[in-house]
């Protein structure tokens, strides 16, 4: 089946590569061209196997096209559209390089059918979205990207161990649903391997570290791609995985619990990605048709409004250079259409109804109770609660209103982007609306199509319960006004092992360590260095007095025959030419002679 | 512009727009109350069909979320922002 099969991948490669070559007035319209015809190529998939390659006897499966991964495909280089629009008017190429190659990776990843494949795009992601990082150029950026990227390599790693042992015990890489029920230690490493990149606790660090510290518009890519191909990741290989969804609940609160006390409004949409990732990866522990409906549902939705979250908190700092609340406020008047845009995402985060994610999120609970997991359930609604209540209140309430703290360079900064970025969010913010109004479009696309269609997100008592859940936490958050009252801290996480750890391991190069190689230095010295020079002496000895001696001899002898030979020359090439040749031959009839006898 | 105008005017009429809010979520919770117009069926424990259960697991769930986070946040989580600086 390996004929000519275009891979959307590689469009978004070459288009990222010829980029540099694309003449100044016509970037813009190139920068969009390309992503649209990625999309475009995306929705002319047909399924089935494609673009499989035959590397070492190993059969790499490039294109595995069906309804799973054709949701992500569609989600993924749709996003890459608008998120490309909304960073239209950044002049280095290198940025929009590093993006493309980004989402290539995830493109690449979700259309992979076997594991070599996978980990190939996998590392193409991480070491392309540092850039994303780099490019933010302060002094913090080089260090977090660092972090970032040593995280990103060890999971790597320990994905790449689970991939060969269980390739041991298969016999082939074929990247599909893993044994969840009687788990080998691959399985475990393959899950950890996933888990760093969905940023599952406690190897989640990583997230609200690089994604508060990227560029801009480099966090509006980040947001969506890494985490969200680790969900695809997770549903295509370990749906029922028990212990994901005790994982998966404990991440959708704790990243409640650190948004509460996160300062810098970027670092707080981190840790909602975390939590609202803790549903998506609470449904594959579920691994129901449904559940697994609802973490791809989920997925589709989050992109986008997390997407538009990420634009509108990337706007300010784009306009204000300012992403702390303790910095922000009262942006209302200079900045309101990026304040409705942000709200839209709010609501849409917090699963209002007539927004994305009430269709998607309830999915998942729903498939909770269904299971008869009512633990899971309830404390899923109380993470919702703490959504809305930070990113629904708290983020549009203390960067656009609260009590001014700004400085006054922030207020003449401020206003509203550029017409790209608003252009962005319009569409972003109209996606998140229209699917939670129409639902057919989202639940066509769902890996169980027909099971999405018997669910009915807007029931009487459906609505209710979320909107008495959602507003009572608003009444929660103006009593409790006071409590939340930004406070220019960070929090400690788990980075601080890695970080303190990485401090512990300098202090070990400098102190014992330095100790010890002088230590060993001077020890050479007395032990190796002083016998060694006595041998040298001794030797340059022997050198001076009986090589030399036997060197010259040879040379003065080589020369005097030289001298002779000269005499012996009768002047003309051809001559001697002939006179060897001529020896040569009586040589050889000679020693002809001499054999046969 | 006219979406600074709204704002502006919702801002100079706070008490109002507070009172009409909470009137409506007053009304909400009578209106889940009502069995004919809210079917309950679907509720996974009898807990949940209690009048205003959700009004409660919204409003207690949000300050317990505040309180235990911000007790966390105190007890050592939160650190000065040059905490990492060598």
């Known amino acids: 089946m390996s004929n000519f099969w275009i891979h959307p991948a590689l469009i978004l490669i070459l288009g990222a590569l010829l980029l540099p070559l694309v003449p100044k007035q016509l970037k813009r319209a190139y920068l969009l061209l390309i992503p649209v015809l990625v999309f475009l190529r995306v929705l002319t998939l047909t399924k089935g196997t494609f673009g499989v390659v035959t590397i070492l006897g190993w059969h790499l499966t490039f294109g595995r096209v069906d309804q799973l991964s054709l949701i992500f495909g569609y989600i993924m280089s749709l996003m890459c559209i608008l998120s490309t629009l909304y960073g239209l008017h950044v002049k280095e190429d290198v940025q929009h390089i590093a993006a493309w190659i980004y989402v290539s990776g995830s493109i690449g990843a979700i259309f992979a059918g076997d594991y070599i494949t996978l980990f190939i795009f996998l590392e193409a992601m991480a070491f392309s979205s540092v850039f994303l990082i780099w490019f933010r150029r302060r002094r913090e950026s080089l260090p977090a990207g660092y972090r970032y990227l040593l995280v990103h390599t060890t999971g790597g790693l320990i994905l790449l161990a689970g991939m060969i042992i269980h390739h041991q015990q298969v016999g082939n890489w074929d990247f599909v649903q893993l044994n969840v029920h009687h788990p080998t230690a691959a399985v475990y490493l393959i899950m950890i391997g996933f888990m760093v990149n969905a940023a599952v606790p406690p190897l989640h660090a990583w997230l609200p570290d690089a994604y508060g510290e990227a560029t801009f518009n480099g966090s509006v890519f980040l947001c969506a791609f890494t985490t969200k191909t680790a969900v695809y990741s997770l549903c295509r290989s370990l749906a029922g995985m028990q212990i994901l969804l005790i994982l998966g609940v404990i991440m959708a609160l704790y990243g409640v619990v650190y948004a509460v006390l996160e300062n810098d409004c970027r670092r707080l949409l981190g840790y909602h990605i975390i939590s609202q990732v803790g549903y998506m990866v609470a449904g594959v522990g579920l691994g129901t048709q449904m559940a697994i409906n609802g973490a791809c549902a989920h997925a589709f939705a989050h992109i986008l409004y997390k997407g538009l979250l990420f634009m509108g908190t990337g706007a300010v700092l784009y306009k204000t250079g300012e992403s702390k609340f303790t910095g922000l406020g009262g942006l209302w008047k200079k900045m309101p259409w990026t304040f409705v845009f942000t709200l839209v995402g709010g609501l849409s985060i917090s699963a209002f109804p007539f927004f994305s994610g009430f269709v998607s999120k309830s999915m998942v609970v729903d498939a909770g109770f269904a299971s008869h997991k009512l633990w899971a359930g309830y404390l899923l609604l109380l993470a919702a609660s703490g959504t809305f209540l930070h990113t629904g209140l708290k983020v549009p309430y203390f960067i656009w209103f609260g009590k001014n703290q700004r400085k006054p360079e922030v207020w003449n900064r401020a206003g509203e982007p550029p017409w790209n970025m608003n252009l962005a969010m319009a569409a972003m913010a109209f996606l998140c609306i229209f699917i939670g109004c129409y639902t057919p479009y989202l639940y066509h696309m769902l890996p169980y199509p027909q099971v999405a269609q018997q669910f009915h997100p807007y029931t009487a008592y459906h609505i209710t319960q979320t909107l008495l859940i959602l507003l009572f936490t608003g009444v929660g958050f103006f009593v409790l006004l006071k409590k939340l009252k930004p406070e220019p801290t960070i929090s400690l996480d788990f980075d601080w092992f890695y970080r303190m750890g990485g401090r512990a391991f300098r202090w070990l190069a400098r102190k014992p360590v330095q100790l010890t190689d002088t230590f060993v230095g001077e020890l050479y010295r007395y032990v190796g260095l002083i016998p060694l020079m006595f041998t040298a002496r001794f030797a340059g000895l022997v050198d001076n007095d009986v090589i030399d001696a036997l060197v010259d001899g040879l040379a003065g002898g080589i020369r005097n025959i030289g001298r002779r030979l000269r005499s012996a020359q009768r002047g003309q090439m051809q001559q001697n030419l002939a006179f060897a040749f001529g020896a040569a031959a009586v040589l050889i009839v000679a020693f002809i002679l001499y054999s046969t006898r | ?86």
């Open chain 2, 1 to 86: 512009m006219k979406l600074v105008k709204l704002i502006e005017y919702l801002r100079n009429h706070l008490k109002a727009v507070v009172r009409i809010c909470l009137v409506l979520l007053a009304l909400l919770v009578l209106f889940d109350a009502i069995p004919a117009l809210v079917d309950k069926k679907d509720a996974s424990t009898h807990i949940e069909a209690l009048p205003g259960f959700w009004a409660l697991f919204g409003f207690v769930g949000c300050a317990l979320l505040i309180i235990v986070s911000k007790w966390l946040g105190h007890a050592g989580v939160m650190q000065r922002e040059d905490y990492y600086d060598e």
